[in-house]
């Protein structure tokens, strides 16, 4: 096995910590984003940050039976 190889396979077991998280994001009151996949997954939890932080959310998704509530 290779020195690259194992570098990989060590970065996939243990990966790094994130560098940004939900929490140091700004305030984003005024923006609007729109979410494609909003309805279940990252796109979900992307969502829910992004409302906690204050912005305007149009969720975008197959049908609208899967969209929540």
């Known amino acids: ?3 690259t190889s194992l570098r ?3 970065t996939q077991w243990f990966p790094p910590k994130a560098a940004f998280t939900e ?3 700004p305030s ?3 923006r609007v984003f729109i979410v ?3 309805n279940a997954g990252v796109g979900f939890e992307l969502c829910k940050i992004l409302y906690g932080s ?3 959310i149009y969720m975008a998704s197959r049908s609208k039976e ?3 509530n």
């Open 1 to 3: 096995m290779s020195l």
């Open 8 to 10: 990989n396979l060590r």
């Open 23 to 25: 929490k140091e994001l």
């Open 28 to 30: 984003q009151k005024g």
């Open 36 to 38: 494609t996949g909003g």
């Open 54 to 56: 204050g912005a305007t």
């Open 66 to 68: 899967s969209l929540p």
